[in-house]
């Protein structure tokens, strides 16, 4: 047990809808990342928050936000979901100086 | 920027036989090296980590790696699989002393043949 906790674990939506996924860190971690991996693209980093602040970008789309909350927990939104969204999304979570990252079990996110 | 590039997206070798996974990274900063495994329907798992000191890293299930700065490289061996090791395999780099995002390679799935 990693300490990360995701839910839901499975999540099955139709095209155009909304869904928010959630995470809560390791106790003490103030790092929250968000990764998504699909078998044609691997696994992609879509974005970072730190002490609720948002530390970095990557591949995210426009369609796709998040946020950490003052407890530390995040959520990541991803709207008007299309086929190309399915895919397994982590969370993971790193203490103050960085180092490793915790990762989550993952929700897997199948949009019909 | 930092990359990973994992040079083998497979790698088949019979049960009980000595495998090395490769690994190369492009930093223009020092950095910190990571791999993670992931068994079949589980999240990432940290194996073994390179922060700094001895260049040679032990890690959990016999996993050991090196770190080589010359050659940029950081690839991962075990001198013996077992069926159980059945996974994918990613390397992953960050950069030192700072909070910051890890990347990832594209992952190398070893395939163990009994």
């Known amino acids: 047990d990693s300490g990360v906790t995701q839910t839901p674990k499975h999540l099955i939506t139709a095209t155009g809808q909304r869904v928010t996924l959630r995470c809560s860190p390791r106790?003490?971690?103030?790092?929250v990342y968000w990764y998504q991996q699909s078998l044609d693209q691997g696994l992609q980093f879509l974005i970072q928050?730190?002490?609720?602040?948002?530390?970095a970008k990557g591949n995210i789309l426009e369609r796709f936000s998040a946020q950490q909350f003052p407890d530390l927990h995040s959520e990541l939104n991803l709207s008007s979901l299309e086929l190309g969204d399915s895919a397994l999304y982590f969370c993971?979570?790193?203490?103050?100086?960085?180092?490793?990252?915790?990762f989550g079990q993952g929700t897997r996110l199948t949009v019909v | 920027a930092q990359s990973v590039t994992q040079l083998d997206s497979q790698v088949p070798v019979f049960e009980e036989a000595p495998v090395e996974l490769r690994c190369n990274y492009s930093?223009?900063?020092?950095?910190?090296l990571f791999w993670y495994v992931q068994y079949p329907n589980q999240g990432l798992q940290l194996l073994l980590k390179?922060?700094?000191?001895?260049?040679l890293v032990k890690g959990i299930n016999g996993f050991e790696a090196e770190f080589n700065k010359s050659q940029t490289s950081f690839h991962l061996r075990k001198p013996s699989v077992h069926i159980s090791d059945t996974a994918e395999y990613f390397c992953?780099?960050?950069?030192?002393?700072?909070?910051?995002?890890?990347?990832f390679g594209k992952g190398t799935r070893l395939h163990i043949l009994p």
């Open positions: 993971a979570s790193s203490g103050p100086l960085g180092g490793e990252a915790f």
């Open positions: 106790s003490g971690d103030l790092s």
């Open positions: 928050y730190y002490n609720g602040e948002e530390r």
């Open positions: 930093s223009s900063v020092s950095v910190y």
């Open positions: 390179y922060l700094s000191g001895s260049t």
């Open positions: 992953a780099v960050a950069r030192m002393n700072r909070d910051d995002k890890i990347i």
